[in-house]
């Protein structure tokens, strides 16, 4: 005898399906990725920041 067909599966649910006391305002959204601080371009073009850091500095951020 074949096996009864699987149940079809439940519509996706939001992550957050519940608020409690471990529900943090952080989890209700997904987390935009870090934006690298303003640089003007013509301190971009000396090699060095707004705050005169040395270019290298900028490669965490790329």
């Known amino acids: 005898q074949p096996a009864p067909p699987p149940p079809s599966p ?10 409690d006391a471990t529900t943090s305002t952080h989890d209700l959204y997904i987390p935009r990725p870090p934006t690298p601080k303003p640089v003007r371009p013509e301190t971009r073009d000396a090699g060095t920041t707004t705050a005169g850091l040395p270019k290298k500095t900028l490669v965490c951020y790329r």
Not at 10 to 19: E, N
């Open 10 to 19: 439940p519509p996706p649910l939001p992550r957050i399906i519940r608020h």
